[in-house]
């Protein structure tokens, strides 16, 4: 039986503060707290998630992609995100509490 996350409920979280946070990847420059709740966007030229991001984000970066990888499936864009940044390492504290 499949799942219903209600995905939309982050589309319309992040509605307020999107074009910010578009400006500030643009920028390659984070200056606000958003990556909890937006999904970053890649950097063609960088391959290195702590550059773009910092820490502790890099930590949430991970996390996140392996909570929304888990709840989409269909959605290839998280896995992707992982393979690039973290060699495909999953965060097993996030795959734990999911799966309890």
Known sequence: MAVDWQLERFVAAQAPVYAQVCAQLAAAHKRTHWVWFIFPLQR?????????????????????????EIVAPEAPVFGDVLVRYFNGMRDEATVARVHG
């Not at 063609?44 to 929304?68: K, N, Q, V, Y």
Request: hydrophobic content about 35%; some cysteine; aromatic content about 8%.
């Open 44 to 68: 063609p030229d960088s391959t290195d998630a702590h550059a773009i991001f910092g820490s502790p984000d890099t930590l949430e970066l991970r996390s996140c992609m392996t909570l929304f």
